[in-house]
């Protein structure tokens, strides 16, 4: 091929063709740069193919992170909804000298003194940062996670109030004699006079109520967002063919929360500037478990329920607490949000 064209620069040039030589030069130089720029598009294609190819890979990744976040956070959130139960029976003064025996006495006595926290990760998410050619679909999946992130800043600096208050009470506890016996189980008298008469272990009782819940409900927010993200990068995953988790996690079986569903009236257990719903209703719809307050003189409240157990749920406002009565059937719901957000619920239909 080089021969033919060599022979026919010689030819155009003996024959004094200059400028159909000219012409013949710049086609050359055409072809050979378009020659160039199609290897330069195909490499680049490549590039790109092989950049989603890894972007995709790291969604992979981040799915997986969300799945055990998720877990994560719902075990904490289950262990917070108990101490949630535990601090009311403190703060509405409904425990008595058998509650602080045992096991559960002991968990009662060091609700204002200890604390845990869920280990969420994001090494993932921070991988995924990296990249800079994102499709549309990407860049709205990394903008929710960029959300998400957002509330796990606010969930950090809920865990450094909460780590301040634990150190705060806990220096106030251990000025006292029986403070060591406590520590060891050995059960004194006086351990459990401090507990039911001590005003100092209410208010302690109460400020870090405050500050724990401040924490779950970060952590329960969190849940919220991830879970709706998590879908996405499932459908996405799934939509381009991608290898990943093989089935969508996180979904609830609401027919086995057919006890929730009924009609409640309400009346506050505690004093608070807090407009209470004048009846509540839950209702299962369209696959969803739903949270209706009615108001007089408002427009209804409309959330979405999401089980813990048997006994609990819990919507972005709080925790709820079922009720039962002698024959296990829901007699009432308690509602709480701090101490100073208490409300009893009873059943009417």
């Known amino acids: 091929m080089l021969h033919f064209f060599r022979k026919i620069r010689r030819d155009l040039l003996a024959n004094s063709q200059f400028f159909k030589y000219l012409k013949y030069a710049i086609g050359e130089i055409v072809l050979v740069v378009l020659g160039i720029l199609i290897a330069l598009y195909i490499n680049n294609q490549n590039e790109q193919k092989k950049e989603q190819e890894r972007i995709n890979q790291v969604l992979v990744e981040v799915e997986k992170e969300l799945e055990t976040n998720i877990s994560v956070a719902r075990y904490y959130i289950y262990d917070f909804a108990i101490e949630d139960s535990l601090f009311l029976k403190v703060l509405i003064d409904s425990v008595d000298t058998e509650d602080y025996k045992g096991q559960q006495g002991y968990r009662l006595r060091t609700l204002a003194y200890t604390y845990g926290f869920a280990p969420i990760k994001d090494d993932s998410f921070k ?77 302690s009782s109460a400020e870090y109520f405050i500050l724990v819940s401040d924490y779950s409900r970060f952590l329960r927010i969190y849940d919220k ?71 007089s003189e408002e427009p209804n409240i409309l959330r979405e329920i999401t089980p813990i157990d048997k006994y609990h749920f819990r919507t972005n406002g709080g925790f709820y607490h079922l009720e039962f009565d002698d024959h296990g059937e829901v007699e009432g719901i308690r509602f709480s949000a701090g101490p100073g957000l208490v409300l009893d619920m009873k059943k009417v239909r």
């Open 127 to 203: 991988k995924l940062n990296q990249y800079n050619n994102l499709t549309l679909e990407q860049e709205q999946l990394v903008d929710d996670l960029n959300d998400i992130n957002n509330t796990l800043i606010r969930l950090e600096e809920a865990k450094a109030y909460m780590l301040e208050g634990h150190k705060k009470n806990l220096t106030t506890i251990k000025k006292y004699d029986w403070f060591k016996n406590m520590v060891f189980g050995v059960e004194e008298e006086t351990i459990n006079d401090y507990y039911l008469y001590n005003p100092e272990h209410l208010s």
């Open 225 to 295: 967002k991830a879970v709706s993200v998590y879908r996405k990068i499932y459908d996405y995953l799934d939509g381009h063919e991608i290898r990943h988790s093989d089935s969508l996690l996180f979904q609830h079986d609401y027919k086995a929360y057919k006890h929730y569903i009924g009609k409640y009236e309400s009346k506050w257990s505690s004093k608070n500037w807090y407009v209470p719903d004048d009846s509540i209703s839950i209702s299962i719809e369209e696959g969803k478990l739903l949270y209706t307050g009615y108001r």
